[in-house]
């Protein structure tokens, strides 16, 4: 595969990517995703994930929250209006759409309390 034809980095735009097994890598920041994300077809059939505007979201989008979110199972709160960078769309339970690293770890959010940046 040719430089012309390997995709820009989702998180910093720049285009010194390349493929590591099955996920493209960017080697200024660190950032991966996998390769089957660009197969065409493939996520088609399923409706988009949407933010709270109603815009499609996709890996690697930065989002800021739109209000106070509660953390399940401690007394922290996300606040409204935190950027958080390099989403990731995953198929969670109860609505949990998003799984994405916060500054108090990781964790998994509804796409209804986030806006795309």
């Known amino acids: 595969m040719s430089n012309d034809t390997l995709p820009a ?4 735009g720049l285009d010194n990517t ?3 097994g099955a996920s493209y890598i960017c080697p200024d920041c660190a ?3 996998p390769m089957q994300a660009d197969a065409p077809g493939e996520d088609e059939a ?3 994930v949407r933010d709270a505007n109603g815009n499609p979201l996709a890996d690697g989008d930065a989002v800021i ?3 106070d979110l509660k953390v399940k199972g401690s007394s922290s709160v996300l606040k409204k209006g935190s950027k958080i960078k390099g989403i990731r769309l995953v198929d969670g339970a109860d609505g949990h759409n998003v799984d994405c690293k916060t500054e108090l770890g990781s964790m ?3 796409s209804e309390f986030l806006k795309k940046a």
């Open 108 to 110: 998994l959010l509804k």
């Open 9 to 12: 980095c989702p998180q910093c």
């Open 18 to 20: 390349y493929p590591d």
């Open 46 to 48: 399923a409706a988009p």
């Open 31 to 33: 950032f991966e995703w």
């Open 65 to 67: 929250l739109v209000k």
